[in-house]
């Protein structure tokens, strides 16, 4: 019995039932609550929000808002002083908005930590969940190969095709490797070797028509193959490995996708307990914003 109220864990949970009892009173006892929503609280909020002091600008930015974006904004307004007032009524106030968001990040901890054990999801929900955020698992191609460059801009193109052809011959004669490709052909703006790059990248560097082209070559490492023109100039290349995409199955990568869902759930029972706390609350707009 001892050694259990010693256990950290079992203070904190204690400490947490506390504090959410007396969330609970405080809010029976309080009743309805206001929140002002001015432009100054807005101003205020935006500023330090962006910890950029500039009241001309947000005062600008303000005024331009457009209809949805300024409800928005007064949404979030709303959310954090909503969790600043229930911390003061928890006692832990301080009259600093660095210790304002603290305290607002302090009372989002606990009511995530009173979701927590809400937050599990049985074997049905996990298989759901991976159903609606399959493309989250999807596994791109990867590609690893190196490449010998020459340049069009600064050979011209036709000396530039030529020079490559005559390496081709050079390199696959001599047997020159992987390792090799750094000392042949010009520089070039981004890598020499790409190791376990995907379609995206590689196109970004090398356009979209010859990362088709390399994700579809066959691996050789004894092999140089082209030339393959890019918008640059031409390229051998020497293809190591081509891993395909790939969709894995629930079982591969069970104990991601039950995490993935836990946080997912975590996040929507606290928005949900954030939102009835805001429900205790009359919400005043100030004429002026013109909702």
Same mark, same amino acid.
């Given at each position: ?38 432009? *100054?609280? #807005?101003?205020?909020? +935006? =500023?330090?929000?962006?910890?950029? &002091?500039?009241?001309?600008?947000? $005062?600008?930015?303000? @005024? ?36 304002? *968001?603290? #305290?607002?990040?302090? +009372? =989002?901890?606990?009511?995530?930590? &009173?979701?927590?054990?809400?937050? $599990?999801?049985?074997? @049905? ?42 390496? +081709? ?123």
């Amino acid at each position: 019995m001892k050694s259990i109220l010693k256990d950290p864990l079992i203070h904190f949970l204690l400490l947490g039932a506390v504090l959410f009892l007396l969330f609970r009173f405080t809010a029976e006892e309080g009743g309805e609550r206001t929140i002002n929503v001015d432009q *100054e609280a #807005l101003l205020t909020f +935006l =500023q330090y929000r962006s910890i950029t &002091f500039d009241r001309e600008y947000f $005062e600008s930015y303000l @005024e331009g808002l457009e209809q949805d974006k300024l409800e928005e904004l007064i949404a979030q307004y709303v959310r954090e002083e909503t969790m600043y007032q229930e911390a003061l009524n928890l006692g832990l106030d301080e009259d600093d908005y660095n210790i304002r *968001e603290r #305290l607002v990040q302090k +009372l =989002q901890f606990l009511a995530e930590g &009173f979701q927590s054990t809400n937050a $599990e999801l049985t074997t @049905e929900e996990i298989e759901r969940y991976y159903q609606q955020n399959v493309s989250l698992y999807y596994v791109s191609p990867r590609i690893t190969f190196t490449h010998v460059y020459f340049s069009s801009s600064d050979r011209g193109r036709d000396e530039a095709m030529q020079f490559a052809q005559n390496k +081709l011959e050079e390199l696959n004669t001599n047997g020159a490797s992987f390792d090799e490709a750094v000392n042949h052909g010009d520089p070039f703006p981004y890598f020499v070797n790409y190791v376990e790059h995907t379609p995206s990248l590689v196109a970004s560097h090398l356009g979209k028509n010859l990362a088709e082209t390399l994700f579809k070559m066959t691996p050789d490492e004894h092999m140089w193959q082209g030339p393959h023109e890019s918008p640059y100039g031409f390229h051998l290349i020497m293809v190591l490995r081509v891993q395909q995409g790939k969709q894995p199955e629930l079982d591969e990568i069970l104990e991601r996708v039950k995490e993935d869902g836990r946080t997912e759930r975590l996040r929507e029972l606290t928005e949900a307990a954030i939102t009835e706390m805001t429900a205790n609350y009359k919400i005043e707009i100030d004429p002026s914003l013109k909702i």
